[in-house]
């Protein structure tokens, strides 16, 4: 089998494994709890809503920060030492087989977006209808205070909405938000072959609190150097928070540091001794 084979087999082995079943699992129950009200709403009106949800319930503090340690258990395996990893390894060698890992956290960064939209529109059930427009219920949350009436969970800047176009919107969120992702990833991974697993959980878990404190201690600055707050587009608009880097600055520097960080894998793996494992 060539290289290429072995890296497909091993990408899908691994998202095949019990900890993405896991991940699922805990994001349908977390985004079923901010989901069923606004699926209740659709119900009561009788009119379908469009599902444009995940950018918003990322941009609340308290969903984003469980959503992120949701990542954190995906990536928890991280450096990938297994035994079963040692032939692969030996067959694609040192160079191959970390661009492979690499390749992994950034595929996975894009897909955990992605399953989470399904996610989102399966949450829904049949209180959905697809539509290039933001619908009656988003808009009615919105510019109503019918949201605090039937307690919604989930905010909706009228700003937000007079800002984006619904599928540029979601496209946004999907590359900022799979860029954020692939970098706290590559962020443990990176630490973890230079201090181990628990230091780069620990590591992991500095980026997730980072939009927290910015939301209630520091403000402002470090909204420039907190990439998972960069994940929160819905209230970028809203007026809540006063300042915050532009998009171009956000896409530079997140790919910024995936370039640097992969560079540095690759000069450590290069010079790593290994200790192999069992997997879990």
């Not at 988003?138 to 510019?143: C, K, L, P, S, V």
């Not at 905010?155 to 909405?161: A, E, F, M, V």
């Not at 443990?188 to 230091?199: A, E, P, Q």
């Amino acid at each position: 089998m060539t290289n290429q084979g072995y890296m497909l087999r091993m990408i899908w082995q691994r998202l095949g494994r019990g900890k993405t079943m896991v991940w699922v699992c805990l994001n349908v129950v977390f985004m079923d709890i901010y989901l069923s009200p606004v699926r209740d709403f659709a119900s009561m009106v009788g009119i379908k809503a469009r599902p444009f949800f995940l950018p918003f319930l990322l941009s609340d503090i308290y969903y984003l920060s469980v959503f992120m340690l949701s990542v954190l258990y995906f990536y928890s395996d991280v450096p990938f030492w297994g035994r079963r990893q040692m032939y692969i390894m030996v067959r694609m060698g040192r160079r191959k087989w970390n661009a492979f890992n690499c390749m992994y956290i950034l595929f996975g960064g894009f897909l955990i977006w992605f399953l989470a939209f399904v996610i989102s529109v399966i949450v829904m059930g049949t209180q959905w209808g697809f539509g290039s427009d933001w619908g009656k219920i988003i808009g009615t949350f919105a510019m109503t205070d019918a949201g605090i009436q039937t307690q919604q969970l989930v905010d909706i800047p009228y700003g937000t909405l007079i800002s984006y176009e619904p599928i540029h919107f979601m496209l946004l969120s999907w590359l900022l938000s799979g860029l954020v992702i692939s970098v706290v990833g590559m962020f443990m991974y990176c630490v973890s072959l230079f201090m181990g697993k628990i230091c780069s959980a620990i590591a992991g878990s500095v980026l997730v609190i980072l939009p927290g404190i910015a939301e209630y201690l520091f403000g402002t600055p470090l909204n420039y150097v907190s990439p998972v707050s960069w994940m929160r587009i819905g209230i970028f608009q809203s007026g809540r928070i006063m300042r915050m880097p532009s998009e171009r600055y956000m896409i530079c520097v997140l790919i910024g540091l995936l370039v640097a960080m992969i560079i540095i894998c690759d000069w450590k793996i290069r010079r790593k001794d290994l200790c192999w494992r069992e997997e879990d």
